[in-house]
């Protein structure tokens, strides 16, 4: 009978276990999602080739003193018309700044043109447009205040002028009688 009942529990597990659902199987393992190959952001177009040579130009151009840039300016417009060279005389008569007004008429020009070689140097003749009109008005306003500086030298010069007059007038004048004696109250009455 000992047996029996130890075997009791061991048919109630195994019933038990009968009537459990069994377990659904594993699911497949989820392929990890493949690198969806997003198209790269398109770069902005490498700058045209004459960029770089027109940047190295002027920065030569820095270096160079007003004789220098004097015969380099003879230089350039000794050669013949085009994009660069128009490109190159604005940069030079932007360094010396003997003409900015005609700086400024040749990057004009040069932005809206047509063609290759212009349309290369368009957006940097733009920004030299802009910086040209922007070096323009500065002048205007420097030359505006050196003419307001010069009149109120002028008349501070003027009224210097005045002031001493009116002192070396002062002491001509004579003393006035009584001015040394101070009246004491009640004295006059």
């Not at 060279?85 to 003997?98: H, K, Y």
């Amino acid at each position: 009978m000992k047996n029996k009942l130890l075997s009791l529990p061991a048919c109630l597990a195994l019933c038990a276990c009968a009537l459990r659902p069994p377990a659904p199987p594993p699911a497949p393992p989820v392929p990890a999602p493949a690198a969806v190959a997003e198209p790269e952001p398109e770069a902005p177009p490498a700058p045209a080739d004459d960029i770089a040579p027109m940047l190295a130009y002027q920065q030569a151009l820095r270096r160079m003193g007003p004789a220098e840039l004097a015969r380099e300016l003879h230089n350039q417009n000794a050669q013949p018309k085009g994009a660069r060279q128009a490109m190159r005389v604005a940069l030079v008569l932007m360094q010396n700044r003997t003409d900015l007004v005609r700086a400024q008429a040749l990057l004009d020009n040069l932005a809206g043109a047509p063609g290759p070689e212009a349309q290369a140097l368009g957006p940097l003749a733009r920004l030299l447009a802009a910086h040209c009109a922007e070096l323009r008005r500065i002048g205007e306003h420097n030359d505006k205040l050196a003419a307001q500086l010069k009149d109120s030298q002028r008349r501070n010069e003027q009224l210097s002028e005045m002031l001493e007059g009116l002192k070396t007038i002062e002491r001509t004048l004579p003393a006035r009688p009584g001015a040394g004696v101070v009246a004491s109250p009640g004295v006059g009455k």
